[in-house]
């Protein structure tokens, strides 16, 4: 009988205190964090789970939420999310089925077995479960519960570009960062977004760091991992962001697809009339002459507008000149991509947007974007109706069953965090 029990116990300040919070985690605020739940329990992809290190593997420092990467120590807690992992060079790794020990990763924070490794990376870092994060009534804390509102529909979006790639570590991420650097010296506020991935606050500071207008990724829509998740789901995410970023001002939106073109998501996704739809055109980067050969024949045949390459090829001059008489396409070195009269006119960019370029800002964290009209309504609901569930005394939490799943109406929140401190 004990083993088909639910405990619930108070989460300490004290223990909340001392436990360091992953970067998927950032949208949750502290201050709904109340109750641990263990026992018989199953975690689903974006729980929140308190874990203790037990063995130091491949993953050695953990990214907390304002970026910085905190070395970790056995018997150090962490506050990370249950989710899929792919990563060809690292793991393929998926939740479990119950709180028994489990392995972080991703440093994003990332917790889920893994099922295989690169030859290349240690074994995985274990961790054991303390119990899920819930709020003060005992329910999971769960990311989605913390997304950004819904899209809206009817938005005129400005120019929009993909970038994918043969594969991980291919150099999608450099080629965005070096567009933004020399977009937003032309003035032209480019808004930055990952729709698919691994949550990770890497790409997510690089894009901060070239000047990006706006950057949200796929956790911000309430997914730690887009690994195994629904077609429709990551539809959605991707519409979701990019509607956001619009929202947000920008001059140009610029969306990075994880992994390569032949990962099972990114496969399906860029054969999707959601796809179609959103994005004018393509830059595809590749690690040599034949991936891009290969991968600009496909999403040509798809039918998309591939615009040029770039990527890990453009280290070689010699690759380059390959690729560029082999696709008849134009291939641009970072240096050239970072060149804001060359990114203006590969990406096709109407000289009408452009306004003073800006200095570098802060992160264009979920609360900078409650200025859009379309979200001030839902915010000023969400805020009135998560201060009224908010407790006014201290909660004692006895050992129960939790209540069933239809009965947990969500708590909708969103967690406001600004560069240099925690609310």
């Known amino acids: 009988m004990a083993l088909q029990s639910v405990v619930v116990s108070v989460l300490s ?33 974006g729980d929140l789970v308190m874990a203790r290190v037990s063995r130091l593997g491949n993953h050695r420092r953990i990214e907390l939420p304002d970026g910085r990467k905190a070395g970790l120590n056995v018997g150090d807690n962490i506050i990370v999310c249950y989710a899929d992992r792919y990563a060809p060079d690292q793991y393929e790794a998926v939740v479990p089925t119950s709180l028994a020990r489990t392995n972080l990763v991703a440093s994003g924070g990332c917790a889920a077995d893994a099922v295989s490794k690169s030859m290349d990376v240690r074994n995985p870092t274990v961790i054991a479960p303390l119990g899920l994060i819930g709020d003060e009534h005992g329910r999971p804390l769960n990311l989605r519960d913390f997304a950004l509102p819904r899209e809206q529909s009817g938005l005129l979006h400005p120019r929009t570009v993909a970038v994918v790639g043969t594969s991980m570590n291919s150099g999608k991420t450099t080629t965005i960062s070096s567009l933004v650097y020399g977009l937003a010296q032309a003035g032209a ?7 698919t991935g691994t949550g990770s606050g890497g790409d997510f500071w690089v894009m901060i760091d070239a000047g990006v207008h706006t950057m949200l990724d796929f956790t911000d829509a309430g997914v730690a991992s887009t690994y195994k998740q629904p077609m429709n789901v990551i539809e959605r995410i991707m519409t979701q962001l990019t509607s956001h970023l619009t929202m947000s001002g920008t001059g140009v939106n610029l969306i990075e697809v994880a992994d390569g073109i032949y990962q099972q998501e990114t496969s399906k996704l860029i054969r999707t009339a959601t796809f179609a739809e959103l994005v004018d055109g393509v830059i595809f980067a590749a690690g040599d002459a034949g991936g891009a050969y290969a991968g600009v024949q496909v999403l040509q045949g798809l039918g998309h507008n591939v615009l040029g390459i770039s990527g890990k090829l453009t280290r070689s001059p010699l690759a380059v000149r390959e690729a560029a008489a082999i696709t008849g396409l134009p291939v641009l070195t970072r240096s050239e991509l970072m060149d804001p009269k060359t990114a203006l006119e590969l990406l096709g960019i109407d000289e009408s947007v452009l306004q003073d370029p800006l200095p570098v800002r802060e992160a264009a964290w979920p609360e900078d974007l409650v200025a859009a009209p379309l979200l001030l309504n839902l915010d000023a609901e969400r805020r009135e109706r998560a201060e009224r569930q908010r407790p006014r005394e201290p909660v004692a939490v006895a050992k129960r069953s939790l209540p069933p799943p239809a009965a947990a109406a969500r708590i909708r929140r969103r967690f406001h965090l600004r560069l240099g401190g925690m609310p």
């Open 13 to 45: 300040e004290a223990e909340l205190a001392l436990a360091r919070p992953a970067f998927t985690t950032r949208n949750v605020p502290a201050s709904v964090m109340h109750t641990l739940i263990s026992g018989r329990v199953r975690p689903r992809s």
């Open 189 to 195: 506020r480019p808004g930055a977004t990952k729709v």
